[in-house]
């Protein structure tokens, strides 16, 4: 890639590639990166609603660069936010859903690349689904994820915002800064504070947009912007009953891939500009590197809109997406599609295709008219999804406690093959059954219960594999005092096949409860001969024979456990303490010695010092 500074002119005067002018101010900016979850661009003003109360990011627009087509690879808030700061596609960076999926350490991120150039980083988020367990704290100084305590998990943008103003106003005057700033509000359920609820009652999902605008009109208001780099987008839109779909995750239709995406900076850019290009989450932080003069790492897929920032025309890029949250919460078919030029190719068990420059609601599926196009695009599907798989990590129970209040199972089952779907597996054929879900965790947080019952044994007796389904039901049950009634349950989800980290984790909390450890053991054991590639299962396993005190036992699941997560340093430690319980020092030192050059030294700085002594000592 060649970068505008060095294809322009010279970084002391304005740089101009024959369009309008893109400044290089002799500092560095601070940078304000802000996502907006579940925000719909067309339900803000710059964007065409003209019944939106979006004052603020309709005067960043005006006095900045919009996005008409940014489009999300993927519409939900974990893996969307990984593809931001990795600048790559759910495959490439692994996380599939919210929850059990974590961020690994080998990726680099936007905030890594920042912080090495000398920029101070923080982030401040909004809710539990974006926790630093998850693994998007990689390379912030601070990440400020405190929801604890808060009925809902999540927090709202004025809380996140006066975080966010108060870590700026420490920063020292000589050293750069960038914020991520994460606002939750206009999830689902919408409830927006205050005034906005009355002044929108008849909308409550536009009054939350208006509460964010309002909240983020007076944090602007507060910031030095003549050198800051302001960015604002989405994580992915809402259905709002289009297609069907009321939130998001099932489908991959505009209403829930298309976001805003603006970019301000009054010493840099130029201000009107309109974009037609699609453009992806990928090339957002490549953008934000070009225009501080920091080179993106080889490691980013995207590429950077420094020229369409400064005028230049370009056609628009082709692009992944992909949704599996019904696949792990329903056991419908995997979504996963393609923009390229002006089509988009659904790859479902119905295949979907859509011309968006003739048809932008999506409501004509040229699928069987234009087979031809189908299977290019198909064929380029392939090589941007690569090999269709995922892997779930550990979710402890009040992780998934507060994951559920947000309205998230998150958990998954390893993807069965893609042919193993047919036409009944579509999601296209659930949509009824999502429905049933929303009220029946609406009627649970009303405390009626009975109707939540009612409704979930409705959805199991329909789709007995709908894995969200069991897991509202046994905590019901839990919460009521009717744990066996609950470990009835969760083994039926068992027997049918339902083997993800939720189902497993809450099962083992109940049976521990009722002093059935060993039951649990059993349980476990099932798990892993069906799944011996299920690390959490494995995991879980041998804390349930250490709980027993059969380390032997466990031990072949600890080292199982570290052969499918090898970033799992600390279990390496507690491998080479069971073995050398056992009188296997040799074996013991293996692990030990391993852990001591594969762990980051700035984690586990005390830990080493510990393991070391304990190395010394065996050497005796």
């Not at 019952?453 to 005092?481: T, V």
């Amino acid at each position: 890639m060649v970068r505008l500074a060095l294809a322009c002119a010279a970084a002391t005067l304005p740089l101009s590639c024959g369009t309008d002018v893109i400044r290089a101010p002799s500092a560095r900016p601070n940078i304000v990166f802000i996502s907006i979850d579940t925000l719909r661009a067309d339900h803000i003003g710059a964007y065409g609603d003209a019944r939106a109360s979006t004052p603020t990011l309709d005067a960043l627009a005006a006095q900045g660069v919009l996005f008409e087509k940014a489009v999300s690879h993927v519409p939900m808030t974990l893996p969307s936010h990984a593809s931001m700061f990795t600048s790559l596609t759910p495959p490439r960076h692994g996380v599939r859903d919210n929850g059990t999926f974590v961020l690994g350490q080998r990726h680099e991120t936007l905030a890594e690349v920042l912080g090495a150039s000398g920029y101070r980083t923080g982030a401040f988020v909004g809710a539990f689904v974006l926790d630093a367990q998850f693994g998007l704290d990689q390379g912030f100084e601070r990440y400020d994820d405190d929801v604890e305590g808060t009925a809902e998990n999540d927090r709202g943008a004025d809380e996140v915002l006066d975080a966010t103003r108060h870590w700026i106003d420490e920063a020292a005057d000589d050293v750069p800064w960038f914020a991520f700033v994460h606002l939750f509000d206009p999830h689902a359920p919408y409830e927006p504070p205050g005034a906005f609820a009355e002044r929108f009652a008849s909308d409550p999902y536009a009054g939350e947009i208006a509460y964010v605008d309002d909240a983020l009109g007076r944090f602007l208001r507060e910031l030095p912007l003549d050198n800051t780099l302001v960015v604002v987008t989405s994580d992915h839109g809402e259905g709002l009953g289009e297609h069907k779909e009321r939130t998001h995750g099932m489908f991959g239709y505009e209403s829930t891939l298309h976001v805003p995406l603006l970019f301000h900076w009054r010493a840099g850019l130029p201000g009107g500009r309109r974009v037609p290009s699609r453009v992806r989450h990928v090339d957002v932080a490549p953008t934000i590197l070009e225009l501080v003069g920091i080179e993106p790492p080889a490691t980013f897929d995207g590429l950077s809109l420094a020229g369409l920032l400064a005028g230049q025309s370009e056609p628009d890029r082709t692009s992944y997406f992909e949704s599996f949250t019904y696949t792990f919460n329903y056991g419908s078919a995997p979504l996963r599609g393609v923009y390229e030029e002006q089509f988009k190719l659904v790859a479902l068990p119905i295949i979907e295709l859509y011309d968006l420059s003739r048809d932008p609601g999506e409501l004509d599926n040229l699928a069987s008219q234009r087979a031809g196009t189908v299977e290019r695009m198909a064929k380029a599907l392939e090589q941007l999804a690569g090999h269709v798989s995922a892997t779930p990590t550990t979710l402890d129970e009040r992780a998934r406690e507060r994951l559920e209040a947000l309205g998230y199972v998150s958990g998954a089952n390893p993807l069965p093959k893609l042919d193993e779907f047919g036409p009944a597996d579509d999601p296209k054929n659930w949509t009824h059954l999502a429905d049933m879900l929303d009220q029946a965790v609406a009627h649970h947080r009303a405390q009626r219960p009975a109707e939540a019952i009612e409704l979930l044994r409705g959805i199991i007796a329909e789709k007995d594999d709908a894995a969200i389904a069991y897991a509202r039901l046994a905590r019901i049950f839990h919460e009521q005092g009717r744990s066996e009634d609950g470990i009835a349950m969760l083994e039926d989800a068992l027997a049918n096949g339902i083997s993800h980290p939720n189902i497993v984790t809450a099962l083992g909390v109940f049976l521990r409860e009722a002093g059935r450890e060993s039951d649990w053991s059993r349980v476990l054991e099932g798990v892993v001969e069906r799944r011996a590639s299920d690390a959490a299962a494995h995991e879980a396993l041998a804390a349930s024979l250490m709980r027993q005190g059969l380390d032997e036992r466990a031990l072949p699941h600890l080292q199982r456990f570290v052969e499918l997560e090898p970033e799992q340093y600390d279990t390496l430690v507690q491998i080479g303490l069971v073995l050398a319980d056992l009188g296997r020092t040799d074996e013991a030192r293996g692990y030990l010695e391993r852990f001591m050059r594969a762990a980051p030294d700035d984690t586990y700085r005390e830990d080493k010092i510990q393991v070391r002594a304990f190395l010394d000592e065996l050497a005796r």
